[in-house]
């Protein structure tokens, strides 16, 4: 579903680490990890299709990214943000469906609250109701640890677990391990800074 | 596809309204600054108050367009509409469109109120009215081109300015060429046509610039 | 070569390098040449212009010097169009390179259509087709050149500057008329230097030779500028290494 062959992403011209070549199958949980500054969030942004310079060749089958910024309307309510979210995309969701998805994230009762009135932890579980909601198979994640409470941390192994479980593909940079049962690591090793 | 995401955009855009209303109401601050600062006769009136408007209308507009993209940019949305829209496109045309309508037809909607402040006559109104809705959407798109390779710099509101208004020139001619001869009671459309043709123009790069200088920007978080 | 084949070798920046080096030599001689007729031409021996005397003859420096600067700026419009199209990194050191000049002639233009401007119209500043056009001009460069400097990723401001050069060259037609449209409603019709159907050979044979000659300098200095900027971008490859090592330069 992910293949990487020899990718090697750069900025300003450099490369950012060691070239990389992995296949990544259905029902894989990876794990980035790396340094900081080893280039693990331009790794997954490159995939994602957002960052364009790099060598090596990569394929991505139907995705959904999570970057570091939390990508939700402030100024929307969590169902809006997941009705414009699916409509990005062509699709249409269902009221009723929608509201079940938040309600498995724990975020049914803050369902009609604008997002900015929302904490960031409880933004990052709209978030995890869009991933489930979409119907990519391959989800990149950016430290999706971030902010979370441990009852959400909990609900993120859950989730992850249970889409890898349906032959879903994960990709996580983070510092935190994944407590979701087989794992594949993937290292990022910078490449030596020229002087 | 393109219906639900322009309702989306109208409905921020009704709650986000300090938006629509801030650039507002440094126009009519603008229009009164005019006023004050150099009295305008009657014979001035005719020479100068289409120009006048103009200006502020492409000042109005430098000043909405430096946000456009900025909310979407720092919160992430702008990232998910890149990368996971199946067409990004139709959502970055939807987000100047709407742009358009909080300020360019709003304008010619308040275009009877600008004349009365500029003192113009009652009888350029309609054709002041046609130029701006003919006139501005040249403005939203193309200036969109530069709040998009300008969304990722803290201080881009001065560099926007310096990479679009040379742009708008052609609008502010044209522009303030249809009101003076409206003032005078001249009746020539050839003006409204230039309006058209350039927010045709407009219309056809606009869109595609703006998409490739967002893609730009992203790189650059 | 065919053009395919070209095409190709002017993805390599070394290529170009290599290349350019005698084309640089000749534009450069081909350019004082043609500079050095044209002046003593068109300073000396036109005839006066039957309106304005001897002061017109700013002109066979003037109309060249906007003419090739438009062009400039158009070329790195085409250059911007490469370098989306194709990536080839060869086009945006053209950009850099035509940056600067591009700047230099504009302001010269400007300059010298002011000095024009003083014995005609009796100031030093006068807003009419032509100077509005070459400021237009001028700040479409500078626009880019901002930009560059806001931009420290090599790539992304190659690719921002392309794109905005890019629509720029295709907003010129249309600024370029409007301002001559506003230039015959505002202005009353006065001897304007772009009447040269009318002029008779003798006066238009130089301004020709001076055309010529800024374009030879064009390219001699911006293929320089290319040459400079590949060998600092380049810095680190072995190639331009062994260029310095018979000289011992301590290189950065």
Known sequence: MVGLEELVCKRDERPLFAPLTMTVNGGDCVEVLGPNGAGKTTLLRTIAGLHKQYDGVYDCANFIFQGHRIGLDELMTPLENLAWFGSLQGAKFNDQVMQDMLLKVGMAKLALTPCQRLSQGQQRRVAMAKWLLSSAKVWLLDEPYTSLDRAGQDLLNEVLAEHCGKGGVVMAATHVPLRVGKLRTLNVIPSEADS | ?221 | MSLKELWHKLGSPRWFYQMSSPWVTAFGFAAALLLVIGVIWGLVYAPQDYQQGNSFRIMYVHVPAAMVAQSVYIGMGVAGFVLFVWRMKLADVAIAACLPFGVMLTTLALFTGGVWGRPTWGTWWEWDGRTVSTLVLLFLFIGIYALREAIVDVELRGRASALLAMVGTINIPVIKYSVEWWNTLHQPASFTISEKPTMPPEMWLPLLVMVLGIYCYAAHNIMSRMRIEILQRESRTQWVRNLFVVDKVSGT
């Open chain 2, 1 to 221: 596809m393109f219906a639900p995401l322009f309702a989306r955009e109208l409905r921020v855009l009704l709650r986000n309204r300090g938006a629509v209303f801030n650039p507002m109401a440094f126009m009519f601050l603008a229009v009164m600054l005019f006023a004050v600062g150099s009295p305008l006769t009657d014979n001035s009136r005719a020479q100068f108050g289409g120009a006048i408007l103009w200006i502020i209308v492409l000042l109005t507009n430098m000043l909405s367009l430096d946000s456009l993209f900025r909310r979407d940019y720092d919160n992430g949305v702008l990232e998910q509409v890149i990368s996971t829209a199946a067409v990004p496109f139709v959502a970055v045309l939807s987000r100047m469109l709407v742009q358009w309508i909080g300020t360019g037809l709003l304008m010619t909607l308040l275009a009877p109120l600008l004349c009365l402040f500029l003192g113009l006559p009652n009888q350029a109104i309609p054709i002041t009215m046609l130029a701006l809705l003919l006139g501005t959407p040249a403005l939203s798109l193309l200036g969109a081109v530069g709040a998009a390779i300008t969304v990722g710099f803290s201080r881009g509101g001065i560099l926007l300015g310096l990479l679009v208004l040379p742009m708008f020139l052609p609008v502010l001619i044209f522009g303030a060429s249809a009101i003076s001869q409206a003032v005078a009671g001249e009746g020539s459309s050839a003006p409204l046509y230039w309006l058209a043709f350039i927010s045709m123009l407009a219309l056809t790069i606009g869109p595609f610039a703006t998409t490739a200088g967002l893609r730009i920007s992203l790189q650059m978080q």
